[in-house]
């Protein structure tokens, strides 16, 4: 299983662009790269997964280089409401398969 | 949107008290799964199932704890003699229609406090 590094916690402003970045040397082939976000006293949230490259939906961006070992997750314009707490997994997308979290970003938005 | 849902969001108990967290995942969903998360740690996995059985655990999920579908909707988790160290929030989720990104859905998790 890829072990994942990213920063403990990172201060923003309401409407600048957060970025954080996952270090994962060792992921696999098969390995997907996912984050879910978690609001205090909340179960984790699936925002986004991806491969290579980069992946955009209406919440994230998700950044890949080629050599993978590495991703950033990219919230644009910020708000209060994305205070939370932001994990970066790795892992076969397949289904059943367990999640397995870190310690994730502790991400605090301030007016 | 359709979402998992858990009940009670808050349950104490004495130790050595047996407690039954229920969980309702997304109907169609397959796979459903149990984690837990301590206070100030980490998420933790404790155990997934699937077509009425378990797939996995994890060393958290010793034989003080039992997982059941009695039915086409619920999903509970049994601890049977609850320990101090048990304290903690209890996330169900579930995942896996055909065609579907994997992603697991979880519930708002139920508060458990053992005194």
């Known amino acids: 299983l890829a072990k994942t590094t990213q920063p403990i916690s990172m201060d923003s402003y309401e409407g600048q662009e957060v970025n954080i970045t996952c270090s994962h040397n060792n992921i696999a082939t098969n390995d997907y790269i996912t984050w879910y976000q978690q609001f205090p006293s909340q179960g984790p949230r699936f925002i986004i997964q991806g491969y290579k490259t980069k992946v955009t939906n209406e919440v994230a961006s998700l950044f890949i280089p080629a050599d993978r070992k590495s991703s950033t997750l990219s919230l644009p314009r910020v708000s209060l409401s994305d205070t939370a707490v932001y994990y970066c997994?790795?892992?076969?997308?397949?289904?059943?398969?367990?999640?397995?979290f870190g310690g994730g970003t502790r991400v605090l938005v301030k007016p | 949107e359709p979402e998992v849902t858990q009940t009670p969001s808050h349950q104490v108990t004495q130790m050595g008290q047996e407690v039954i967290l229920r969980c309702v995942p997304i109907?169609?969903?397959?796979?459903f799964y149990w984690y837990r998360q301590i206070l100030g740690q980490k998420v933790e996995f404790l155990v997934s199932f699937y077509n009425n059985e378990i797939s996995e655990k994890s060393e958290i999920f010793d034989d003080q704890f039992s997982v059941e579908r009695p039915d086409g909707s619920n999903f509970t988790l049994k601890i049977r003699s609850t320990k101090l160290e048990d304290s903690a929030m209890y996330f169900c989720a579930s995942s896996y229609i055909a065609g579907s990104s994997y992603e697991q859905y979880f519930g708002p998790g139920t508060r458990l406090t053992v005194t």
């Open positions: 109907s169609n969903h397959l796979y």
């Open positions: 997994l790795v892992g076969e997308r397949a289904a059943g398969n367990k999640l397995t």
